[in-house]
């Protein structure tokens, strides 16, 4: 009888301001061991010193050092998946569309999805459920979450805020972003 894999996903979002042109969503998935994972971030937040901070409340040097050492780690590698859209965009179809197209990379066979989104209130997270469920993905009530009470949520934060100032050209951020994706770090799933 086959096991019932169990995939892991966290995911946040560029918020919708006027500065940038596209709308990134970023999906951390993981089948791994959840503890393994945090205490690895754990000892990244520390090491880079952004003190348990989302991207936009870190001193840029601090992000800057937080994402070098992820890559360099390898952290999670192969399974940060990212979407950017042009704006304007409504919210939901990207973060459905992302989520969806993260977990059919790394699902095999039978499996239960567990998805926790940043800020997503009860209404956003049926509405998510529905219409993942409607799509063939097997999941778990989605469930909101918020990047100061999960290191996970954080994590795809920081990416989000990565690739949204790379694509303003801020050059630190782009070689990031560009390295991420050439090594295969990072996953488009949008292309």
Avoid at 77 to 104: C, D, L, M, N, Q
Avoid at 114 to 142: F, P, Q
Wanted: overall charge positive; proline content about 2%.
């Amino acid at each position: 009888m086959q096991k019932l894999q169990k995939i892991y996903v966290y995911v946040d979002e560029s918020w919708q301001d006027d500065t940038s042109k596209y709308f990134i969503v970023v999906a951390s998935v993981s089948v791994a061991d959840q503890e393994l994972l945090r205490r690895q971030l754990v000892a990244v937040e520390a090491e880079a010193k952004t003190n348990a901070l989302k991207w936009n409340k870190s001193k840029h040097d601090r992000r800057m050092k937080y994402l070098s050492l992820v890559l360099d780690r390898q952290i999670a590698y192969g399974h940060v998946f990212i979407g950017r859209y042009p704006k304007p965009v409504p919210y939901f179809y990207p973060v459905a569309s992302v989520i969806e197209r993260s977990i059919k990379r790394i699902a095999h066979g039978k499996y239960i999805a567990i998805v926790h989104v940043d800020g997503a209130n009860k209404t956003v997270a049926v509405a998510l459920t529905n219409a993942l469920r409607a799509n063939g993905i097997s999941l778990r009530m989605v469930r909101g979450k918020t990047d100061q009470g999960e290191i996970l949520i954080r994590f795809a934060d920081m990416w989000a805020g990565c690739i949204r100032s790379a694509l303003l050209d801020t050059v630190e951020s782009k070689i990031l972003f560009e390295r991420a994706l050439r090594t295969g770090y990072l996953v488009e799933v949008t292309t």
